[in-house]
């Protein structure tokens, strides 16, 4: 459940960028940060491990509308994609009230996706969250590599993949070039609040 600051009158929304090590979380989070610039009141804080490649993960809020008369702050969170991090990637899912899984396009990185998707779904067990229950948007990222040459899956096999249980929005993407990557934040952002005011009635 999202926290509830009282003497702000807010509410803070968490978000997490979930996936598989390279998929293009961090690149999602900078995108967002350097697009919104003017809206985030904060840092993007990263805490870099020994021999961790990615961010080990990024903050910062920025506010949309209203929950019952509160404001609503949304904390965007990545976690570290190698499999050595796991007990940081359920550390930073504590709380969580929304997912992003960033799928990796690109045909070699197709067991990297099961795996992670499988992991972010033990992981969110062991707060007693159900995967098929929480707000979840899937982006298949690195769609623009196909200019270059690069083997990518298709999105119907991505979706056969990764969606076809879960059936939640999805989005073919390029972190890179920025597309689809605020249509995926929006998308989340809307199922998270609509989650919360659901729970809050």
Do not use: W
Request: aromatic share 10%.
């Amino acid at each position: 459940m999202a926290f509830i600051n009282l003497k702000k009158k807010e509410v803070q929304v968490k978000i997490v960028y979930y996936g598989p090590g390279r998929g293009g979380k961090t690149t999602n989070l900078e995108y967002i940060f350097n697009k919104f610039r003017e809206r985030i009141k904060s840092d993007m804080v990263s805490i870099k491990t020994h021999g961790d490649r990615t961010l080990y993960f990024d903050f910062f809020p920025f506010d949309i509308g209203q929950i019952k008369g509160y404001d609503i702050k949304v904390n965007l969170y990545t976690v570290p994609g190698q499999v050595k991090y796991n007990a940081t990637r359920r550390l930073v899912l504590q709380g969580v009230d929304g997912c992003v899984f960033v799928a990796d396009s690109m045909a070699l990185r197709r067991e990297s996706n099961f795996l992670s998707l499988k992991n972010l779904q033990e992981n969110l067990a062991t707060y007693n969250k159900n995967i098929f229950k929480v707000p979840l948007v899937l982006q298949y990222n690195k769609r623009d590599l196909a200019k270059d040459g690069v083997a990518l899956l298709s999105m119907e096999r991505m979706e056969k993949d990764l969606n076809s249980r879960l059936m939640v929005p999805s989005f073919g993407a390029s972190a890179v070039t920025g597309d689809n990557v605020v249509a995926t934040l929006k998308k989340i952002i809307s199922l998270t609040v609509q989650s919360l005011q659901e729970e809050l009635k």
